[in-house]
């Protein structure tokens, strides 16, 4: 390579006569981004046909009024308006509004406590850790219906066991006043298990020498719990919290099973996906019940974008 000197002050510089070539950006291969598309296909026209195209038809016909046979007709939003002044579905949202506000905090907080002791070196662990998530793999109808039987007012087993202690039990799921809160006690005992297994994975990727270290300057397990544990653990806790939000806003299963359309308790205990359901297959209204639907996926998204915008506050990343 030919180069050429010159002098400055008293000090010889080579300096190069040719630039260094420039990279050239390689051209994009279109038979890797075919077959890339290709192979993402498949979930793409599933989550389009059986998610997106039916939010797109629900938010269409919550505008709409239904007749019979299938007929519809463009009403606005007179749907909106009746489900803002109609007072079940008020009364709906404040049973849903119960429901997630107790057995979301009162779930995640028993699921971290028992994460914590099913961490420990005990006997029978496996054991443990199997019936508390046996529940998770049950069908939720099977779950109900055995506490509808628990539940029962004249020979079930929960009153049975008050009636040794003379003490006379309530009617679990017809008393219009605690039905609600009996499917509750359900929710919550119900999603222990899911909720353990992914703290408990949380709980075995913190590196013990933080305990170690906290041990030498004198830490306490309570001190270790709050100062390491929950830190460590907020980025399970808040994925916890996102996912037993949604599904807390859309409980239905126990609520038709539990207590059904027959009971005198149910306008007192139905939740919102419970009206969704009697509007649009009961009474044939559905073009109300896409409304309600629709509000219900306004709420969850906007819970869901507060706690994604409040995470930076609480959530420690490592």
């Not at 949202?93 to 420990?120: D, E, M, R, Y």
């Not at 599904?247 to 996906?273: K, R, W």
Request: aromatic share 16%; glycine share 6%; proline share 5%.
């Amino acid at each position: 390579m030919t180069t050429s000197e010159r002098a400055v002050e008293g000090h010889t510089i080579e300096t190069n006569l040719h630039p260094r070539p420039k990279l050239r950006k390689s051209k994009p291969c279109y038979s890797d981004w075919f077959w890339g598309y290709l192979m993402i296909a498949p979930t793409m026209i599933g989550l389009g046909i059986f998610y997106l195209w039916p939010t797109i038809q629900t938010i269409y016909f919550s505008f709409t009024k239904w007749g019979a046979f299938g007929n519809h007709s463009w009403i606005g939003l007179e749907n909106y308006k009746r489900l803002f002044h109609d007072p079940v579905t008020l009364e709906a949202f404040k049973n849903t509004l119960i429901f997630v506000v107790i057995t979301v905090p009162v779930g995640i907080a028993i699921s971290i406590i028992v994460a914590v002791l099913l961490n420990q070196k005990i006997k029978g662990l496996t054991v443990y850790r199997t019936l508390y998530f046996l529940p998770v793999v049950t069908m939720p109808a099977a779950v109900a219906m055995v506490w509808r039987w628990l539940y029962n007012s004249d020979y079930g087993l929960i009153n049975q066991f008050l009636s040794f202690f003379s003490i006379s039990g309530p009617r679990w799921i017809t008393d219009p006043n605690i039905a609600l809160y009996s499917v509750i006690i359900v929710a919550i005992w119900s999603t222990i298990g899911y909720n353990m297994v992914i703290i408990l994975s949380g709980l075995q990727g913190i590196p013990t020498t933080y305990y170690e270290a906290a041990t030498i300057d004198g830490a306490g397990p309570f001190v270790k719990f709050f100062k390491i544990t929950l830190p460590m653990l907020s980025p399970v806790i808040f994925f916890v919290t996102i996912m037993s939000l949604i599904s807390a806003f859309q409980v239905f299963d126990l609520i038709l099973m539990m207590i059904g359309p027959n009971n005198n308790a149910i306008e007192e205990s139905q939740t919102l996906v419970y009206l969704f359901y009697h509007a649009a297959f009961v009474v044939n209204d559905k073009g109300y019940g896409a409304a309600i639907a629709v509000v219900l996926l306004i709420i969850i998204l906007i819970i869901t974008a507060v706690q994604l915008k409040l995470q930076k506050k609480w959530v420690h990343y490592e």
